[in-house]
């Protein structure tokens, strides 16, 4: 079987060309083309055909075609969705702020955490992404867009604790000083609350933002909508995210998407500060994105309004997530559905 190329850090290349009786130097020069962008060893113009050819036995190349792309008439966000080697599509996210540009990268192609509110897991889980995969979202975004990539989130389509090997070994792909070079502290990753992962996340010791996404404080209503609660449970992530905290020394946030009278009243809200405060966390609040198949509705401005002044009084650290691009189908797992169901009249090529 032919080996993923692009899934490889420059030193695991040059040990693969020693084995193949090349010199360092080439590793470096095909490294070179990869981070440029180049998915074709014909295109590799400084290496002899001989090698040329020789890589073509030994490893595969895709290049990500964009099936679709669409960008925001009101703030500029693009949405790209992409067809991978297999013909699965994920979604990626760019979105400009001012502090510089945001991709928002998918971690797997669907997801089977089966959370009651979101698009992308409506059809299950069809596979992992490769490390190469979720790097070419980054590279590609950059690429097509002309927006320099300085943050990454992974926040879209997929549960990236799921996915862990491949997750971490991508994160060091692109924090690769001869990569990409994206900082550790630029990067965020969401997590539904996959909290037997927690310690070995820990264990790697790295500068990124952990996101654990609870929209729900006790385990009533979370079991009811997230069924990753059920057989883990409230209080265990609580005292996860505390472990977390302690061995990291990193703040978490709490990402808490606010559903019209399921999870917004002021039972909910100082059960919530209770927990943010046990663990130092921040809460990012999210107006809850309306999906098609979903019964769910955003809540009220007003509801919003009372639950911030609850965390607010209780002295919790809280912002509301600006909506951005919500004329390019609001949250991820959306555009890749419309194009599963046939349903992609607004997918403009
Ligand atoms: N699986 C990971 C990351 C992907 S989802 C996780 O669960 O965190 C990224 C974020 O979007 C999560 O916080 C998720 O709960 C949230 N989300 C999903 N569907 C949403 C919707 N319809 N409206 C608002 N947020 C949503």
New binding site residues.
């Given amino acids: 079987m032919k080996k993923d190329i692009l899934s490889l850090l420059p030193e695991e290349l040059e040990a693969d060309f020693a084995a193949l009786g090349q010199p360092k130097y080439r590793a470096g020069q095909v490294f070179r083309w990869l981070v440029r962008g180049v998915r074709d060893f014909d295109g590799m113009s400084d290496l002899p055909k001989s090698l040329r050819e020789k890589l073509k036995e030994e490893y595969f190349l895709h290049e990500p075609k964009v099936l679709s792309k669409q960008v925001s008439q009101i703030d500029g966000t693009i949405k790209y969705l992409w067809e991978l080697k297999d013909g699965n599509a994920v979604e990626t996210v760019v979105m400009s702020y001012q502090h510089g540009n945001t991709v928002?990268i998918s971690?797997q192609v669907g997801?089977r955490?089966g959370?009651a509110?979101?698009?992308?897991t409506i059809g299950g889980l069809v596979r992992c992404l490769e490390p190469s995969e979720m790097l070419d979202e980054v590279l590609f975004s950059q690429l097509d867009s002309g927006k320099p990539i300085s943050n990454i989130?992974?926040?879209?389509?997929?549960?990236?604790?799921?996915n862990f090997d491949n997750v971490m070994r991508f994160l060091e792909l692109v924090n690769h000083p001869k990569g990409m070079n994206i900082g550790m502290r630029h990067v965020s990753l969401?997590?539904?609350?996959l909290i037997e992962r927690f310690d070995e996340l820990a264990d790697r010791d790295l500068q990124l933002t952990l996101?654990?996404?609870l929209?729900a404080p006790d385990d009533e209503t979370r079991s009811k909508i997230?069924p990753?609660n059920r057989g883990r449970g409230v209080g265990p992530l609580i005292e996860a995210c505390k472990k977390y905290y302690r061995r990291t020394g990193r703040r978490i946030s709490f990402?808490y998407?606010m559903i019209d009278g399921v999870n917004d009243t002021e039972y909910h809200a100082k059960l919530l500060a209770r927990h943010a405060r046990a663990v130092c966390a921040h809460v990012n609040l999210?107006?809850?994105?309306?999906?098609e198949e979903?019964q769910?509705k955003?809540s009220t401005p007003g509801h919003m309004k009372a639950f911030i002044k609850i965390l607010e009084d209780a002295g919790v650290n809280v912002t509301v997530r600006r909506k951005l691009g919500g004329d390019v189908d609001?949250?991820?797992?959306q555009l890749r559905r419309k194009m599963q169901t046939g349903n992609n009249r607004s997918i403009n090529r």
């Fill in positions: 928002c971690s997801c955490q959370c509110f979101c698009a992308s989130v992974l926040m879209g389509i997929g549960e990236p604790l799921d969401s997590t539904c609350g996101s654990v996404s929209h997230m990753a990402e998407a999210i107006p809850l994105n309306h999906v979903r769910f955003p609001a949250s991820c797992g």
